[in-house]
């Protein structure tokens, strides 16, 4: 089958009039049996940004205002974030790219502009100079992680990019530099999968080890870290134009493709045994995001591959019906968690991203 990704646009846009409506003051992260949680007193959660990109997304696209209100009131929200250090990790660009970034660049309000500039202060203050790379999530204090960083995170440099052209300093730019060429080496492996975390020596910077992460397994391919890292260096390459990007953007798309399944349907790990059957849909729209743009850099093979894993999803893992809240089904957090196959909010944003994408009416919020 063949969609007509305008069509698909409208029919999201339809739906999530009527989601919008049900959920004011909500800030989802899941849907249980069609109906988002709310994580309004879990402030600090890394996915609170996700529900007020969607909307901003459709703002963009279709200017109802009911979107715009919503968003505007997460975003309001995050600020108490900021007074929280140990709310603050690598995620600041999910956070506040989604919200303050897709409102200043919609709006130009200068508030928003406050909020980027506050956020990616505190993303390259994270920045672990003997070692380079951006730190990944907090401890107790007692430095157990210090030294971790994750492939998650080359998601989150844009806020480090757009800054520094915001301020006209090139600070931010050099330590999202400095983390990607660090991440080329420390995550990438030969076969062009990616590691999902990395631990170094916090003082000498020395790599030493590996963690399996979220994936199924040590030495495994989990399929979102492949798609945080396939879309996060394409982005790198937009803002750089470095070429190792670029470069290692295709290795990394090229050996997905190789491991997408005949189904076209995502497991949570490519190495994972058959049975469960797990799956990540958010694996699958992150990719898609990340190949459309490589597409516009590396030719059509690229745009095919997006095309197909978008399809798949829209004719099995989609509702579009207006009585249930989530769009994308068959989402997974991570492989050894005892919740899989359901509804997560950053799966609907990476669906409607590539949907808008592909019909061009897209706000590019990296
Ligand atoms: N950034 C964490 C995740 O992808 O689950």
Redesign the pocket.
Known sequence: MSFNWGEIADRIREKELSVAARNIGRIPYRAIDGRFDDQSENISW?TNGFWAGLLWQLYGAYRDDSFRTAAEDIENKLDRVFLNHWGMDH?SG?RWLMTAGADFRLTGSEASKNRLIVAANDLAGRFNHAGRFIRAWNDSGDGSRAGWA?I?CMMNLPLLYIVSDLLNDPRFRQTAILHADTAMIAFLRPDGSLCHIVEFDPSTGARLRSHGG?GYAHASSWT??QA?GLYGFTLSYIHTKKPEYLETARKIADRFIERIPESRLMPVDFDQPPEPDYEDSTASAIAVCGLIELSKLLGEKYLSAAEELLTALTENRCRFDRGCDNILEKCT??YHDSWHNGAII?GDYFYTEAVLKLCSRETFLW
């Open positions: 890394w995620d999910f994750i998650d979220q979102r870290g945080w957090a991570a950053y």
